[in-house]
């Protein structure tokens, strides 16, 4: 069997309650998005974030 050559791609968590860029991170291509429940300074409290790519 042939490995898989993807590379990492940079992407980024964006709040979905203010729609700041406050993570970055590293995932290979393919599969769902992200959605993880994260610290968002702005409004200091736990909110969910999405996976956008720029």
Do not use: D
Not at 13 to 28: A, D, F, P, S
Not at 33 to 48: A, G, I, S
Request: net charge positive.
């Amino acid at each position: 069997m042939a490995k898989s050559k993807k590379k990492a791609e940079t992407v980024f968590l964006v709040c979905e309650e203010t729609g700041h860029y406050n993570y970055t991170i590293q995932r290979k291509p393919g599969g769902e998005k992200l959605r993880l429940k994260k610290y968002n300074p702005h409004v200091r409290k736990h909110t969910w974030h999405l996976e956008k790519k720029k």
